[in-house]
């Protein structure tokens, strides 16, 4: 009873939190999900890097943070968002030479094993801090900058579609469930929950259409079919993760609902199919 009541009450605070920063400005936009890539990337290092390593990852955290930020926020491909008439300042060019950091910083550490490092600094930018700046190019649409058009019920539409289908598939198949659908890496999943948590994504995705419109009724269902689908992949993809290092939770961050990686692992593993679409 304790346990469900801490659940409770770290789902009411994570709820607040979410809608706040969504729906507060463009700059709490910014903070919360800035926030969430650090968070994620911090504990993706926690799990990857021995207890040594993790020790020294600071530097190239905050580098990394600082590839998701200016992705964020000058768009993604920014280059070719500026407008004819204005420009890229001069320090834009350097973005290119910042991967080398990576070595010059694993060349002054003296690590034993420098390109393993490098291989799981690499995964944590490609894994999670580059899927995470698409939202810049999903949810701040149209204009060359992106703060001067945002749609917050883009965003939270997109999170409330994850949620949708990892609240029905667990209620499904915690009630239907027979056949496993991963059981190598996550035993609990059932194609039947699979299926009626896609089922009803799609069903909350026509209601999303009617409450926040902004796309067409198709493309709301076809973007609730890449959460589904890719959500769940998403949420493999984690367990696979956790399962290689035999831990149960990415973190605690969330008592009750373990961490930062086990709530974001589908929002962001989707993002990157979402912006493909909408770019179609």
Known sequence: MKGLKTRAISAVFF???MVGGIYGSEETALLLISAIC????????QITLSKEENQNTRVVLYTIVGFFIFFFTSGFFGWSNFPANDPPPSWFF???ILPSLFFIFELYKKSPIPFENLGIFAAGLIYIAIPISFISDIAFLSDPYPFLNYHPNILMGILLLIWSNDTFAYL?????????LFPRISPGKTWEGTIGGGLCTILVSIALFYLFGKFEIKD???????????????DLVESMLKRSKGIKDSGNIMPGHGGALDRFDAFIFVLPFIWFYLKL
Not at 38 to 45: A, D, M, S, T
Not at 225 to 233: A, D
Request: charged residues 10%; glycine residues 14%.
């Open 172 to 180: 499904v198949g915690s009630q239907f469930g027979k056949n496993k």
């Open 15 to 17: 709820v607040l939190i």
């Open 38 to 45: 650090i968070l994620c990337l911090k504990e993706f290092y």
């Open 94 to 96: 350097l973005i290119p």
């Open 220 to 234: 709301w269902i076809i973007i609730g079919l890449i959460c589904s689908v890719f959500g769940t992949i998403g």
